[in-house]
């Protein structure tokens, strides 16, 4: 089988992969031809892993979330068989998945088979999250020689300098409710775990849904604060039902319209997006198979 290895180097943990002889070697064992691409910071851009992917029987990816996400969106319509290997900070996709090893090793033969719900926005598939407003942010902010230094740390510092009321004013429609108001953060998410965070206690990785999570913008000269209890009680208590209050949401859903009042920055799988007016989130029940390396 030939083998196409996908290797970006901005990754704040790609040192296990790039260090490791022994993956490399594996690689080379299990598969008959094999050829490297890594890609760097300044090639994320205008690099066409779809276009690449063309001619080979496999793809290994080596990288975070945003790698994983490039992935899923090039082999969309290509019969090609998906090895993800993760490589990131934080890797909140690969956590949920269970796919990360406690030693840091990778092992390429222990590979688990998934067939993973994907979510969609605008035609662009998502694994992990979709989300604007307070603290999204960092995930694509975070340069590569602090990520590789500092590790997970650097987005808890982040999270510090982006500790910021956002006014997002947007009408959500999932099924048959609606909710408008102006939200600090709007979040689509599949998955138990974003920042690092295990707050989806309701996560099912075959549901064919997602959950939606709003948090309101506090108001006020105690804004502050009010904006610290709410993010406390979503990301650090977490939800185990849904919840609607005149200040979070937390609900289960399968589509959504979301209407923007005006542009605004999305972070797609740590990846940043720009949307504005109409917008149509979906979720797709068991859409790809992936084979996950720890």
């Known amino acids: 089988m030939k083998c196409l290895l996908v290797i970006n180097t901005s990754c704040g943990n790609v040192q296990r992969v790039l260090e490791n002889a022994h993956f490399h070697e594996e690689i080379r064992k299990n598969f008959s031809e094999v050829d490297e691409i890594r890609i760097t910071e300044e090639d994320k851009d205008s690099f ?22 490039s992935a899923l ?8 068989d998906l090895i ?8 909140d996709a690969a956590h949920t998945m269970k796919s990360i090893a406690k030693d840091g090793s ?6 688990r088979l998934r067939h993973i719900d994907l979510g969609e926005i605008n035609g662009l598939l998502f694994s992990y999250v979709c989300a604007s407003g307070s603290f999204t942010s960092i995930g694509y902010r975070a340069k590569t020689k602090t990520k590789k230094l500092f590790k997970r740390f650097i987005y808890y510092i982040h999270a510090f300098k982006e500790y910021k009321v ?9 099924e048959d409710m609606i909710f408008e108001d102006i939200y600090t953060l709007i979040m689509a998410v599949k998955s138990q775990y974003v920042f690092g965070l295990g707050f989806n206690k309701l996560y099912k990785h075959d549901s064919g ?6 948090i309101k913008s506090p108001r006020g000269f ?27 949401v937390f609900k289960e859903f399968s589509k959504a319209h979301i209407e923007l009042e005006k542009e605004e920055d999305f972070c797609v799988d740590g990846e940043k997006f720009l949307l504005n007016g109409q917008n149509e989130i979906k979720f797709h029940k068991k859409m790809v198979k992936v084979f996950l390396s720890s």
Request: aromatic letters at 14%; proline letters at 1%.
């Open 209 to 214: 849904n997602g959950h939606l999570l709003l």
């Open 166 to 174: 956002h006014n997002i004013k947007a009408k959500i429609e999932i």
């Open 222 to 248: 105690f804004k502050y604060m009010k904006m610290f209890f709410l993010f406390f009680r979503a990301f650090f208590i977490g939800f185990k039902k849904e919840v609607i209050t005149k200040n979070i």
């Open 106 to 111: 990778v092992n390429l033969k222990d590979r």
């Open 84 to 91: 993800y290997v993760p490589c990131g900070t934080l890797n």
């Open 48 to 69: 066409d892993l779809k276009s690449k992917c063309e001619g080979y029987d496999v793809l290994v990816v080596c990288g975070g979330d945003g790698t994983f996400n």
């Open 73 to 80: 969106n090039a082999t969309r319509s290509i019969k090609i």
